[in-house]
């Protein structure tokens, strides 16, 4: 041993901890205990090593002053000592590190005790400890604070504050887990530095990464900005632990375009930390009732998240509409949505009117860049979910070819979207889901059905499962259309308009079968189809109405429904007509004392539209 006094010794602060702490130095301690293979030296309170017996030099008591060299720092937080005898040296105080760790490096520092950074996300009161959830540049993380069983921890902290949080990181059911041991509100320019780098860290993070669509497609091309802000307002919601509620029209398409979305935001969800009840208690999907987002949808989500802010301290959520969310039927919804400040965005391919653009934060629709409903929401939906998150691409690749066949898009991504998933996903096999996936649906009612869902779409790793779902209930919604149709085609009224197209119209609620399989509307478009096929050639227009609604289904007549919808309101005084849809397909409601009134204005305007050449 050097007996030069040049000899560094070092003193540990108390506070210090394993980190302070370096192999092949040399360290004042004190003998705390003695076992068989060795003795124990406390370092500080926080610090004790083992002195293998191998490697005492002399006798101790409990308590004796001994000073010990770092032999090497366990992965498991172990220390092994060497005595050391030294008799002149130097004294050095070691003062703990004030060194923040980042959230994304914590796997390697499991036992260890933390600083971490960061913006207060969640506060979750639990029977036990009070759980926050913390944000900073690089993740998400939970930590648990216990002060008595079911009391709120540090109750001077709250949701949005930048803190700085200590203590040690565990591992809980697979997650890493602070135990907090101190958590304390930063202040004045700290609060900016530390904000900052959040914000600065989340805008690199949450722009979503470049990846080629799966097809050619210049509409797309031009969609694409507007398609990765949507990505990027979802990548963020995952990264900064805001709830999101992902709204949709319950068909097949606008199933396809949120099962899309829900992949690729709940495996986000895992990457990134999965919250700890899983990545669904922050992501939820729920079908509207109408196509288009109503009233008592956004009652039901404000009511929900507004009780959730009470009672979990969870953020206001992300809504997004999918298939749904770009018409003036919106407005009332959206309207309670912007008095909470609810961020919305919207990815449909109804013809949108503008009225909804200044309730929203971004809104990608065929029609603002040249382009029409053959762009279906389902296309949409999932291009956007692999800027999302890419690693989700092989799961979701035939999601748009369901989607096309389900919306019968004639558009000419259509065949392309077809023609890539041919040997997995014939297109006969794509219209056997779509059909699977409204029958289900209807029974479903307006439940997300999860775990049917992706069974129906082959998205749970069982091929042999899928294939039996979906051929019993292909079998179920066929045995169910013919039926109906059956019963219906004796009451068809059929007449010749003045531009020569055909109108064949049906009550379907006095001449259907009722509150079952398949409602008015695909009723009518069944019967559409087959009315089609029969007057090959012609233009034909199927009307199915029942008291207070009708619902239209156009081949070769160029109509505009939302305009006729438009002009029927202001011409037909007390017929209090609404309604909508896509151009040549859609529904309208009104008065039932003014059918009569409604039908014929609405006839008359179906004569007078120009015939497709
Ligand atoms: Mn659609």
């Known amino acids: ?16 901890d394993l980190d302070d702490l370096e192999e092949g130095k040399i360290y004042e301690g004190v003998v705390q205990g003695f076992a068989n293979f060795g003795i124990f030296v406390q370092l500080n309170n926080r610090l004790r090593g083992l002195v293998h017996k191998s490697n005492v030099m002399s006798q101790h008591r409990e308590r004796d002053p001994v000073l010990v060299e770092v032999l090497e720092i366990r992965s498991n937080g172990n220390i092994d ?15 703990k590190k004030r060194t923040t760790t980042s959230i994304s490096d914590l796997g390697s520092r499991i036992g260890r005790y933390v600083h971490i950074d960061g913006e207060i996300a969640q506060i979750k009161q639990t029977s036990g400890p009070t759980i926050f959830t913390l944000v900073d540049e690089s993740g998400t993380l939970n930590a648990a604070a216990f002060v008595e069983a079911g009391v709120r921890a540090y109750p001077e902290v709250g949701i949005g504050d930048i803190v700085s949080a200590a203590g040690e990181i565990m591992q809980r059911n697979n997650q890493l887990q602070l135990e907090v041991k101190s958590l304390s509100r930063l202040e004045g320019a700290d609060v900016l530095r530390v904000r900052d780098k959040i914000e600065q860290a989340l805008d690199e993070r949450s722009e979503p990464p470049e990846v080629p669509f799966l097809i050619r497609s210049d509409l797309l091309e031009r969609l694409k900005p507007e398609m990765r802000k949507v990505a990027r307002y979802i990548r963020r919601a995952v990264f900064t ?16 375009a949120a099962v899309a979305i829900e992949q690729a935001v709940t495996a986000l969800i895992r990457e990134n930390g999965a919250d700890f009840d899983g990545e669904y208690y922050l992501f939820k999907r729920a079908p509207s009732k109408a196509p288009f987002y109503e009233i008592e949808d956004i009652t039901r989500d404000l009511d929900f998240a507004l009780k959730d802010r009470v009672r979990f301290g969870q953020k206001l959520p992300l809504i997004i509409q999918m298939d749904n969310g770009s018409t003036e039927e919106d407005e009332p919804a959206l309207m309670r949505a912007q008095v909470y400040g609810l961020q919305v965005v919207v990815v449909d391919h109804h013809h949108p009117d503008e009225v909804v653009d200044k309730y929203l ?22 291009e956007i979910a692999r800027m999302i998150n890419p690693s989700v691409e092989e799961n979701i690749r035939h999601l748009p070819a369901v989607a096309a066949v389900g919306d019968r898009s004639e558009a000419e991504e259509r065949g392309r979207y077809l023609d890539l998933v041919k040997e997995t996903c014939p297109e006969e096999w794509c219209m056997k889901i779509a059909l699977a996936l409204d029958y289900q649906q209807f029974w479903l009612r307006f439940n997300d059905g999860r775990e049917i869902i992706k069974d129906i779409l082959n998205l749970n790793g069982d091929p042999e499962l899928h294939r039996n779902l979906v051929n019993l209930l292909v079998e179920g919604a066929e045995r169910a259309i013919e039926m109906q149709v059956e019963a219906v085609m004796p009451h068809i009224e059929a007449r010749s308009l003045p531009n020569g197209a055909w109108l064949f119209q049906i009550d379907v609620e006095m001449f259907a079968h009722r509150f079952t399989f398949p409602p008015p509307g695909k009723t009518s478009g069944e019967v559409h189809d087959r009315l089609c096929q029969k007057y090959k050639g012609d233009p034909v227009v199927t009307i199915g109405f029942g008291p207070d609604f009708a619902v239209l289904r156009s081949r070769g007549v160029l109509m505009n429904i939302p305009v006729m919808v438009r002009e029927l309101r202001d011409e037909i005084a007390g017929g209090g007509v609404t309604g909508g849809g896509h151009l040549v397909v859609g529904s309208i409601k009104f008065l039932e004392g003014m059918r009569e009134e409604v039908l014929k204005g609405l006839t008359e305007k179906i004569g007078e539209a120009p015939i497709e050449e």
Request: hydrophobic share 40%; aromatic share 6%.
């Open 1 to 16: 041993m050097d007996e030069r006094g040049d000899t560094v010794v070092y003193r540990l602060g108390q506070d210090c």
């Open 81 to 95: 000592l060497r005595e050391t005898v030294c008799d002149a040296y130097q004294i050095s105080e070691v003062v």
């Open 241 to 256: 632990a805001q709830p999101i509620i992902l709204r949709h029209h319950a068909d097949a398409d606008g199933i396809s």
């Open 361 to 382: 934060v971004a809104h990608v629709n065929p029609y603002h860049a040249g382009g029409d409903f053959g762009m279906t929401a389902g296309m949409l939906g999932t």
